[in-house]
């Protein structure tokens, strides 16, 4: 294991008149690591990251910076920041001169570099991502991508050891995001320890080392992706979502098919898993019933009723007004995206589940039921929670 | 709105490889000898020959040019059609006394020098264009520098270039939030829809500013901005068309200086 190269001992940090946004973290990064900080809007990524290079110094607690706290005096503070690069969100807000060229030489210049060695690290950064020949274009000229590389070139120019990326992939198109995510790979190769904060999971699940689940200001899982995706039930409460392969990782564990221990990362790994299933057949036991409550029509009481007499049953909710009233009964969600496809899932495993959603998404669940049971010809039974207020009564689907 | 910049077309113009000082010396120069010239063949004969080079070596479209020359000609027509009422002179066509203190007439030299001064003004916004169509901004920060103005004045230019830039396209996107929710729908709702995309800009530019500063900072800011030191060589058929259209002028400028339209 390689020496460690950023640290935080229970770090605190509160804007000014407004609530805490960093609430006692610790952690550690090595040398060469590939870091992704994943939360919700508003979890404190950024807050964090901006730590980092001393943007903002946390009301108690340290950070250290190869084994050494740091210290926020301007020197020290030059120092960190030629060492810790750090490229915003919105690279309009990161490029300051008129022509790519400047803006790249504006670390090197600053730093004091003679002429011909600004040249130097700016032609070598303009060659690493892949920007040679722009030197002279206004930065208002650029794609959203080009612009992106440039604000990394103007980082990558100072040559520091720690690349620090809020959002990298921010408002660019998937090709884009690639490139970018290519991009962090090839810079890590090369032996320099890259964080990204990021909300998109499935971005940071096959790319990262290990990731950091945040949420409101506190880490909720730190572990390598597989692990720290792997709880649907960490995932959930950290507003984020599985990503697909884990959840299709999930889903077959739990219809009993014999699966190795290793959790997919890519779709190669996924292949692999499932080829050999297909000599084995999946043991289908009878199918769950589906009920769905009309949020709009039914009566909270009856709602209640029916879930205290069926604790422990699975709820998803479909639409605004639906998640507003499972909050205000305070009924814990198990789906709140995806709703009918997870219910489905369920029935399929035998287990009864019921949606809650509003008055004109109420045919919306039949219809998607009706469609899947055509198609598979497997039986799925649909209830409305009342009698009379679902659609006018029908079964769906034939008995296989 | 905003469809596009002169500074756009600038860092693609055909002329873009030229020395900047050579583009500066032909627009410059031009301007000082419609200003010199007497006469309004001089400014004319100007004019042809940088719309031509404008047209033909810079590669400006010509809608666009002419587009650039809309404003500038009204103008230029209503102050001349003043000119030439209230200035007097020798030989009167037309005369015209609405009361004991005004006079209008016009004149044989009222008519000449309104139309002197016309052309002047044609003469000067084709050598206007001509920098403004072949040289960009970034190319001038460079001379700038090399001619000793204060590096403070220099890094604020370059800052204010690049922020106009981010804080058009603000207003532009939020002209069209305005547009999209029937904003500027009557005349009243216009100015109300204009004042707030002004607040709401000025906020944003705030907001900008001290991102600026971090941005700044986080890149190790220590007082010094990098410029791209090297303006492209003198090349000798560019230095030599310069000085043959120089001299050309000049001597129009010398041979017609009493030309006179009427």
Redesign the interface.
Known sequence: MSSIILEARDIRYRYPRSMEAIRGISFHIRKGEKIALVGPNGAGKSTLLMMFNGMIRPDTGIILFDNQPVRYDTASLRTLRKRVGFVLQNPDRQIIAPTVYQDVAFGPTNLGYPETEVREAVTLALRHVGLEGFERRPPHQLSGGEKKRVAIAGVLAMDPDVLVFDEPTGGLDPSGSEDIMELLDELNLEGKTVIISTHDVELAYPWADRAILLLAGTILREDVPEVAFGNPEFVRTAHLSLPTLLELYIELQKRGFPLPEKKPLTVLDMMHIIEPLFQTTCCHTGTGTITVCNVDKDRQELLSAWLLARPKIPVGAMGTRAKQCASNEHIPLDFTYGVIDKCILKALLGEDTLILTTESMVERVYTRVDAYVTESGIHITVNPLAPGTGRAKKESGRQP | MFEEFL??IA?KNGLRGVNTYLKLATGLGAIILCLLSTSYFSPLFIALILTGSILVLARVDAKTYAGLFIVPFWFALFSVAGIILVSGGQEVFWRWDPFSWLSLSITRESINFGFLVFCRVMGGMSAMCFIALTT???DI?IVLRQCRIPEVVIDLA??I??TI??IV?QVKQIYNAQVMRLGYSTFLESIHSFASMCGAVFIASWD?GE??I????????????????ETRPVEYLPLFAVMVFLSLSSLVVILSKDMTII
Do not use: V
């Open positions: 500074e756009d860092q960009p901004m970034t920060f370059m800052i270039y690049r830039f981010i396209d900008a991102d600026l971090r941005a700044m900072n986080a890149r190790c800011y220590d007082g010094k901005f990098a410029l791209l030191g």
